[in-house]
């Protein structure tokens, strides 16, 4: 796993030396995932922590709880307003160094959401977010996303961190027309053979950048507290298939970077604890 540690003066200044950029391109291409150790603010994340775990009630009181796959992976926004939005978590200048460096310019944000494990959470199917842009592809092409994953509280295997297939975004078995972006039994025994998953441990403050086409999962959170972590998305400049993200008005200028766009609207009030639907879940009748 390649995890990158940064001098005080990348940290203090934002700006990533050029032979770490070239290692987090490199791991990128060649295992699909990169870390980049302690590049947030943990008080930031601290301030999100408390108020998203006290959202989470308001979203498991939902009839319709927006359930991943099973009922203990929660899909949760964090809080689209002020005081809860800070620029190491949403325009984190050494992440976007590096997400534009694999997607080029034009690099924009269509995505901030998150899930949350709760204790005794159960195992997800192995899947891709989003697969090749076309079926019967000989070689996968370059990537035209990448998720990139803020754990709000230290993660590891004991409380659920996500298990990731490196090498796997080079697949070309799940495409996006295909539909179903779950794998098969057999193409995941296959691949454990050839190379086997791993979950990550991570320290609260640092990132996962990961491409949307690598298989993951959802793992069992063994502790007794949920575990949250937030999700964004940037996309290549022409990908034009996902809705503005809604944030409050009064944060348009927040928003203003010189590289990444995010692809924000603003309105007078967002309803966050309602947003989102279950994916995959098929709810027991009451």
Not at 117 to 130: E, F, I, R, T
Request: glycine share 6%.
């Amino acid at each position: 796993m390649i995890a990158l540690d940064f001098t005080p003066d990348e940290l203090r200044s934002g700006q990533m030396s050029q032979i770490h950029l070239e290692t987090a391109v490199n791991a990128l291409k060649t295992d699909g995932y990169v870390v980049l150790n302690d590049v947030i603010d943990r008080a930031h994340l601290e301030s999100l922590r408390e108020r998203m775990l006290d959202d989470l009630q308001k979203i498991l009181a939902r009839d319709d709880t927006p359930f991943n796959f099973n009922a203990g992976n929660v899909q949760q926004d964090p809080p689209p307003m002020h005081p809860y939005l800070f620029r190491d978590v949403l325009l984190n200048d050494m992440v976007i160094a590096v997400t534009q460096a694999m997607l080029g310019a034009g690099l924009k944000n269509s995505y901030y959401s998150g899930n949350t494990a709760l204790p005794g959470d159960q195992m997800q199917p192995v899947h891709a977010d989003m697969g090749q842009l076309w079926p019967n592809l000989e070689r996968a092409t370059p990537p035209y996303s990448l998720v990139v994953n803020v754990p709000l509280v230290d993660m590891s295997a004991e409380n659920g961190s996500t298990e990731l297939w490196p090498g796997t975004h080079l697949d070309t078995t799940i495409y996006i027309q295909r539909g179903d972006i779950k794998l098969s039994d057999e193409l995941v025994e296959k691949q454990r053979q050839t190379r086997p998953p791993l979950q990550p441990s991570m320290r609260c403050g640092s990132v996962l950048i990961r491409d949307t086409r690598m298989w993951h999962r959802g793992m069992p959170n063994y502790t007794h507290d949920p575990r949250p972590m937030i999700a964004m998305v940037h996309y290549i400049s022409w990908w034009h298939h996902q809705k503005p993200i809604p944030f409050a008005k009064g944060a348009e200028d927040f928003f203003e970077h010189p590289v990444l766009k995010t692809n924000a609207r603003f309105v007078d009030e967002v309803d966050y604890i309602h947003h989102g639907e279950a994916y995959d879940f098929q709810r027991e009748m009451k």
